[in-house]
Nanobody, 117 residues
Framework: QVQLVESGGGTVQAGGSLRLSCGAS????????MGWYRQAPGNQRELVAL???????KYGDSVKGRFTISRDNAKNTVYLQMISLKREDTAVYYC???????????WGQGTQVTVSS
């Protein structure tokens, strides 16, 4: 089993910044992809960003140029730096991880990000 613990969510004004962190622990030898999805009320869960163990990144179209994902493999931790936040970024952000030893995807409990005008 893999446990993911997120932190860094909160409320920020439009145009502001937040940094999310997600640490993985448990039965881990190595983790392939890590990243973030988000889900706003009434919407489907959508990819925000992911990063491979080697550092290859992928972003959702709505966050390109504003969000940056990074990871520390030694700490099994992934980060999401968010700038120029918009009201439409308001959502619950879920961290995920794909361990190399399993085809499963593990999820964090979610952290709320609220952007006010």
């Amino acid at each position: 089993q893999v446990q993911l613990v997120e932190s860094g969510g909160g409320t920020v004004q439009a145009g502001g910044s937040l940094r999310l962190s997600c640490g993985a622990s448990g039965s881990i030898f190595s983790i392939n992809n890590m990243g973030w999805y988000r889900q706003a009320p009434g919407n489907q869960r959508e990819l925000v960003a992911l990063i491979s163990r080697g550092g290859t990144t992928k972003y959702g179209d709505s966050v390109k140029g504003r969000f940056t994902i990074s990871r520390d493999n030694a700490k099994n931790t992934v980060y999401l730096q968010m700038i120029s936040l918009k009201r439409e970024d308001t959502a619950v952000y879920y961290c995920f991880a794909n361990p190399a030893s399993s085809s499963a995807t593990f999820w964090g409990q979610g952290t709320q990000v609220t952007v006010s005008s």
